[in-house]
């Protein structure tokens, strides 16, 4: 296989600096070394860079992937590292308390009863860390005990080691406010969180950690919040679950009804219908007043035939009626 270009260096050299990048910013910088090729448009060629990169980034247990953000819907795409263990992934930066309290953080978030996969600051600083690092001195025959390191973990450097995750992007701070995964965690884990028991959503099959619940309490399918939204985008899909239960609107979902009140284009009135439609009631109405009048205050026909005229020339007067081309024929009509 031909070695990577400078186009793939610059690609992983972009990921590797700047950590995981939105789709829209990830393909703007593809757009920009292929001479201006989107991705939208060239899919091939943008799948084929992926692929060469991922060959040759399989012989260091790398991985260029890509993930949504479940608490948002946004693709990012990142470098990530394929050993299934969290360990492996923070043990080059943070010491053994400080995974063991992601850890503890990371379980509480995924198990979280309410399905919106995030905790409050308060219940993120109170997670015990005592039963995540269990060391056994067997040589001893005592029994199992803890490092001091984690029993001496104080309230400060878990508020600190919370700040040092939420920006390096494992952790993250949701809409409302609380802690909930980051975008590196949704990346890195995907093995681990499809292994540890977390239900997976029935459109896309990824793990859930935020998403919506079948309103049937009997029932167990969840789906995020995005996969129902696309799920429901056409008009004629049913909203119903695998149980029955009809599946209730979120909250700014395209329900598909903006353009119900929208005039079809056969329906809209033209210029000339407009024109024809006025001419029609100037002369209906004429007509209608000389009969009423009488035999004797009847109009002889060429005055009749003059009051059409200027009815149809007042009609055709009318800016948004007939245009300039109508009106010039009209005039010529009359100096003929």
């Known amino acids: 296989m031909a070695p990577l270009s400078w186009r793939h260096h610059t690609l992983l050299q972009a990921l590797l600096s700047r950590g995981p990048l939105s789709e829209r910013d990830f393909h703007a910088l593809f757009s920009a070394i292929s001479g201006g090729k989107n991705p939208a448009t060239h899919r091939h060629l943008f799948n084929d860079t992926l692929l060469k990169i991922n060959k040759e980034l399989t012989y260091l247990q790398f991985e260029l992937r890509a993930g949504i953000n479940q608490y948002d819907g946004t693709v990012y795409y990142g470098v990530v590292n394929n050993i299934a263990d969290e360990e492996s992934k923070l043990g080059s930066k943070f010491s053994v308390p400080q995974i063991a309290f992601y850890k503890g953080l990371l379980e509480a978030i995924v198990h979280e009863a309410g399905n919106d996969g995030s905790i409050t600051n308060i219940d993120a600083l109170n997670t015990r860390i005592e039963n995540q690092v269990v060391i056994a001195d067997a040589s001893q025959g005592s029994q199992s005990r803890l490092p001091t390191s984690i029993t001496n973990f104080s309230l400060s450097q878990k508020e600190k080691t919370l700040n040092e995750l939420i920006q390096d992007r494992w952790l993250s701070y949701t809409p409302t406010g609380k802690i909930g995964l980051g975008i590196r965690s949704f990346l890195d884990l995907r093995s681990w969180l499809r292994s540890n028991d977390i239900p997976s959503c029935e459109v896309c099959n990824e793990a859930c950690i935020k998403a919506s619940s079948c309103p049937n309490e009997g029932c167990n399918v969840r789906i995020h919040v995005y996969c129902l939204k696309k799920k429901f985008s056409q008009r004629k899909a049913s909203r119903a679950c695998g149980c029955g239960t009809e599946w209730p609107r979120l909250e700014g979902e395209d329900d598909g009804a903006e353009d119900v009140n929208?005039?079809?284009?056969?329906?809209?009135?033209?210029?000339?219908?407009?024109?024809?439609?006025?001419?029609?009631?100037?002369?209906?109405?004429?007509?209608?007043?000389?009969e009423r009048a009488g035999p004797s205050a009847r109009m002889t026909r060429r005055s009749l035939r003059s009051s059409k005229a200027e009815a149809v020339e007042a009609a055709q007067e009318v800016p948004s009626a007939a245009g300039p081309s109508q009106s010039t024929r009209a005039s010529k009509r009359r100096k003929n």
């Open 262 to 290: 929208e005039p079809e284009e056969d329906q809209v009135p033209s210029a000339n219908q407009h024109s024809r439609t006025r001419r029609r009631g100037v002369k209906s109405e004429l007509v209608e007043e000389n």
